[in-house]
């Protein structure tokens, strides 16, 4: 065996030098990298800064004991699957059942034989990979989920003609929070913001439904309602039941001063003036999409001008005990507090201001008109 990266990295935690420097050796003999701590406070060190994939922990340290370490450890969701395997001088049953109870997963004595030290060290490394290789591929997976799905929502910079700015945070690397912006020619964009009901990796899968449904009906000739009832046939074929989405749906035509809104059971958007220098929210009911043949969806027609701006956002953002009609006041006080500031600057600090649950996918999109 090469050291290297990939080699395990075995810590030793021996006060005794002798038993130290055998272990050392035994494990040097088979390929291992090793690294050594005499006493509990220096263990720490080498667990924290290391990140040993296996230790060999004394029982009797100077300044403590190996069994309140391995109790510690399995207290640290970081550590807890770290396989610790104890030793001592000691072959009494009491100790080794002590041991065992606090977490370790094996127990051997001195004097040390390499051939079972080097058998036990082996058979634990393989049960702590077996363990961690659905974990790696799982988080691969939701590598993967994380960028095709980030790759189906477009950037600023990809869009400079949209004249927009969005904050994403997803509390998995995958979430239910969902937004898109679609240029059509002659001055006109749409943009909306998606809630998927739940908060598991499923609600994930399901904006992928949305977009395909978005890019089937989505067209400058249908307006912004039909488009929410073409979208909502389509989704009841295709979601689990006591699945949907909040959605809220806005059409801007530059060129003709108009703004569209069809809002599907969503948060209202919010509109900072720029001549009056006021603050509209335009509250609109509408039930939500993907869950009723017979769906009714808020429709609201606006004047706008240059130096107006409106804001999308997800319920995560202004949600607070269950309420949101204060956390929309407030994020409508931020918002016409910093009508002066470039959209990037007021999202973030927007969002730092009003959001109060941490548990839940935030998404804050705003336009300049």
């Not at 080699?7 to 038993?19: H, K, R």
């Not at 600023?156 to 998995?172: C, I, M, N």
């Not at 295709?238 to 001063?257: E, M």
Request: charged content about 20%; some cysteine.
């Amino acid at each position: 065996m090469t050291a290297n990266s990939t080699t395990p990295l075995i810590l030793i935690v021996e006060d005794d030098v002798i038993s130290s420097l055998t272990l050392q050796r035994i494990l040097a003999s088979s390929g291992y990298r090793t690294t050594t701590a005499v006493h509990v406070a220096e263990a720490w060190r080498r667990i924290h800064d290391q990140c040993p994939d296996m230790i060999l922990l004394d029982v009797g340290l100077p300044d403590g004991n190996g069994f309140d370490v391995c109790k510690a450890m399995r207290n640290v969701p970081t550590l807890s699957r770290v396989p610790i395997m104890f030793i001592s001088a000691s072959d009494d049953v009491t100790a080794k059942v002590r041991g065992l109870d606090a977490g370790g997963v094996d127990y051997i004595s001195k004097p040390l034989v390499g051939a079972e030290v080097l058998a036990r060290i082996r058979t634990h490394l393989r049960s702590r990979n077996a363990y961690e290789a659905p974990a790696q591929l799982q988080v691969e997976h939701m590598r993967e989920l994380t960028v095709a799905q980030q790759n189906t929502m477009p950037k600023p910079a990809d869009l400079p003609q949209a004249r927009f700015e969005v904050e994403l945070k997803q509390q998995l690397a995958a979430g239910g929070d969902f937004y898109d912006v679609i240029p059509f020619g002659e001055g006109v964009v749409d943009y909306l913001v998606a809630d998927a009901s739940g908060h598991s990796l499923g609600a994930s899968y399901w904006t992928a439904a949305l977009k395909a449904l978005l890019g089937a009906y989505a067209s400058p000739v249908i307006d912004p309602i039909d488009i929410l009832c073409a979208v909502n046939t389509g989704l009841r074929r295709v979601l689990p039941n006591g699945a949907f989405f909040t959605l809220i749906y806005a059409r801007l035509d530059r060129d003709n001063h108009r703004l569209s809104l069809a809002n599907a059971g969503h948060p209202p958007a919010i509109m900072t003036l720029g001549q009056t220098r006021e603050t509209a929210i335009i509250r609109q009911e509408g039930d939500v999409i993907g869950a009723f043949s017979d769906a009714e969806f808020g429709v609201a027609e606006l004047t706008v001008h240059p130096g107006d701006r409106f804001f999308l956002y997800s319920d995560g953002v202004v949600e607070s005990n269950g309420q949101t009609l204060t956390g929309v006041n407030r994020l409508a006080t931020a918002c016409r507090s910093r009508m002066g500031m470039p959209l990037a600057e007021v999202l973030p600090a927007a969002i730092v201001e009003v959001a109060t649950v941490t548990t839940d996918d935030v998404v804050l999109l705003g336009v300049d008109v």
